[in-house]
C-alpha cells in the first residue's frame, strides 16, 4: 500500500485558535450577509460560503446559537439545519450541476473540525476528479470561481 502524506493538514486541525472569537457569531453580529458571505438566513440556522472550501459551492448550515454538541441543539434548531440543507442542496443543482455531494459534520478537533465551539453542517458539491494531485502533492486549491461570485450565484438560486 502507499501513503501520501499531508503534514500541512495535522498543523491546521492542530493549531490553537486562541482569542479570534467564533467567526460564526462574528459574521452574524456584523450584520453585512455579502461581507460575511451569508447566503441564507433562516430562523434557527443560516448558510454561509465557507472561505476556505474545497470546491465552489462548498456551504454551512449553522446554528445561530453557540453550540459545541449536537446533543445540546434542539429538535427545532435541527429539523430546520437539515431543511436549509435541502434547501443548499437544491439550489446547488441548479447553480452548479455537480455529480454527488458530501453533506456532513466534523465534530471535535480529532474529527477534524476547523471550528470547534460551534458545530455546523458542511454541504459540497463533488465532481469527479475534483480533488486532483494540486490539493494531494501540490498542497494548492484550484477554485475555478472567486468567492463573491459564488455568494452571488447562490444567494440568487436561495431566494
Not at 467564533?22 to 451569508?38: G, H, K, P, R, S
Not at 427545532?76 to 455529480?99: D, F, G, I, N, V
Not at 475534483?130 to 450565484?153: K, Q
Request: aromatic share 10%; hydrophobic share 40%.
Amino acid at each position: 500500500m502507499d501513503y501520501l502524506w499531508s503534514p500541512w493538514r495535522y498543523r491546521y486541525i492542530a493549531s490553537e485558535k486562541k482569542g479570534d472569537g467564533c467567526v460564526f457569531c462574528d459574521a452574524i453580529a456584523a450584520n453585512d450577509d455579502a461581507a460575511t458571505l451569508v447566503v441564507f438566513r433562516g430562523e434557527k440556522n443560516f448558510i454561509i460560503l465557507n472561505r476556505y472550501p474545497y470546491t465552489s459551492g462548498h456551504v454551512m448550515v449553522v446554528p445561530y446559537a453557540h453550540m459545541a454538541e449536537l446533543s445540546s441543539a434542539p429538535a427545532e434548531t435541527l429539523s430546520e439545519m437539515m431543511r436549509l440543507a435541502q434547501r443548499a442542496q437544491t439550489a446547488l443543482e441548479k447553480t452548479y450541476h455537480p455529480e454527488g455531494y458530501n453533506i456532513g459534520m466534523n465534530l471535535g478537533r480529532a474529527a477534524g473540525a476547523g471550528i470547534v465551539g460551534h458545530f455546523h453542517l458542511h454541504v459540497l458539491p463533488r465532481w469527479a476528479g475534483d480533488a486532483n494531485f494540486m490539493t494531494v502533492v501540490g498542497e494548492t486549491r484550484v477554485e475555478p470561481e472567486e468567492l463573491s461570485t459564488t455568494y452571488g450565484r447562490l444567494r440568487s438560486a436561495m431566494a
